[in-house]
């Protein structure tokens, strides 16, 4: 299917995207819906449905075992995203790319196959004060494993890391630093290029997190030098269920398998297994096919539309929904950093922000609010929890409109 976009360097015809998200035209509640948390999740465009419903339709079938032709032809499809995944990140090679569930798998997964022969007693993992549950948890679990040492970099009020103190955490104990990219409570963008060089210079390897940031800007995993980097297929507009790891080669190497079992095997007697290389030694089961297609097709569709036409209008979106949601009175935005990508988080002192979006969504206001999986960001800002609204490319100034007389009957309804 030819998606109905239009790409210039300057432009993006934000109705003719939107008529590609077939979904964005319902009525919620009786309004026309505004789906401003895609920070949670992205839509779907048509041409990523259509794949994958022509893939099941016609071409379905396992990959990497069947002698059959249908096998062989899926697996080609297969195998053909991860060249894509690789070229989408600039990977050297597509076998550093393996494909899991998301970036909770892709971090997990390297908490154990590099934590576990890597971190020992007395070690360090150094993660930042504005991570996402996803990005503490393993590391915590495997420190406490271990008998290794948590170190967290703390966060200023605007919501950007004390770089300076993240300098002075690394030491020779320091034995990884796992970072994420863009923070999903606060918009932060991190200066992720010069932690990496930073960690480098001790000869610490860096994972970087970038649920976040892969819906929003380039990535390019040879320029920033980073040792890993995850993300979920469903925040670049693809399905759920899949997620890549990117890994430099030597750690890929080095590391142990997460699970195992069929698929990821070179040989298997009851006396001995030897594992298959990578990517394979992590791809453990039957993977999810018509999903890694799904994630090609998103690609395809990111590349059509182009960040260089992203990048500028959703930073317009971020800039007039802030000075819009500013003029709110009693409003205040969690999260001021320089950088930010277009998520905005705010409070109201004397709302809590589950009424804030019960209220929004009797309007057809899709947000989210609570702690989105960051409770330390929370108690860091003295806040239960936030109202969030985050925007992409298919949103408008209309919907930011929208939110802010949402906004507005909000603090008549309950003041
Ligand atoms: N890391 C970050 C920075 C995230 O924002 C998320 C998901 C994850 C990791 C986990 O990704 P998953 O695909 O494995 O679940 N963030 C959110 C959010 O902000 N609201 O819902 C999910």
């Known amino acids: ?202 000869g610490i390897p860096v994972l970087i997190d970038g649920a976040q940031s892969i819906q929003h800007m380039p990535i390019d995993v040879q320029a920033l030098d980073c040792d890993f980097f995850a993300f979920s297929s469903h925040k670049i507009y693809g399905p759920t269920g899949i997620g890549v790891l990117y890994a430099k080669r030597q750690h890929l190497n080095a590391m142990v398998p997460y699970q195992t079992g069929g698929d990821m095997i070179e040989s298997v007697t009851f006396e001995k297994t030897t594992f298959a290389k990578a990517p394979n030694k992590f791809e453990a089961g039957t993977p999810a096919i018509a999903e890694v297609i799904g994630l090609g097709a998103a690609l395809d569709y990111i590349n059509a539309v182009g960040y260089e036409n992203i990048q500028p209008y959703e930073h317009h979106l971020l800039t007039y929904a802030t000075q819009a949601l500013l003029q709110i009175e009693g409003l205040r935005i969690i999260g001021n950093a320089r950088e930010k990508a277009s998520v905005i988080s705010f409070v109201f002192d004397d709302i809590h922000p589950h009424d804030v979006g019960t209220l929004l969504d009797s309007r057809g206001i899709a947000v989210r609010a609570g702690h989105h999986c960051t409770q330390p960001v929370m108690e860091r800002f003295h806040v239960p929890a936030t109202t969030r609204a985050s925007f992409s490319f298919y949103n408008t100034q209309q919907e930011i409109d929208a939110l802010v007389d949402g906004l507005r009957m909000v603090t008549q309804v309950f003041r």
């Open 1 to 202: 299917m030819v998606t109905l976009m239009e790409k210039t360097a300057t432009h993006l015809d934000v109705e003719r995207i939107r008529a590609d998200f077939p979904i964005l035209k319902q009525k919620i509640h009786g309004h026309p819906l505004a789906y401003l948390d895609n920070a949670a999740t992205t839509q779907k465009p048509l041409s990523v449905i259509e794949r994958m419903t022509d893939f099941y339709m016609n071409e379905y079938a396992t990959v990497r075992r069947g002698v059959y032709e249908m096998s062989a032809r899926a697996t080609i499809a297969y195998d053909e995203v991860r060249e894509k995944v690789a070229r989408f990140i600039n990977a050297p090679s597509s076998s550093e790319i393996v494909f899991v569930r998301g970036t909770t798998e892709a971090i997990n997964l390297v908490a154990s196959g590099y934590g576990r022969p890597f971190v020992q007693a007395g070690d360090e993992v150094v993660i930042s004060a504005i991570e996402h549950h996803a990005n503490i948890v393993p590391w915590q679990q495997l420190c406490q494993e271990k008998g290794a040492v948590l170190k967290v970099i703390p966060v200023n009020d605007d919501g950007e890391l004390d770089i300076e103190a993240y300098q002075a955490l690394l030491t020779d104990k320091t034995r990884i630093v796992s970072v994420n990219h863009i923070s999903n409570s606060l918009g932060t963008i991190n200066p992720i290029k010069a932690m990496i060089d930073m960690a480098h210079q001790r």
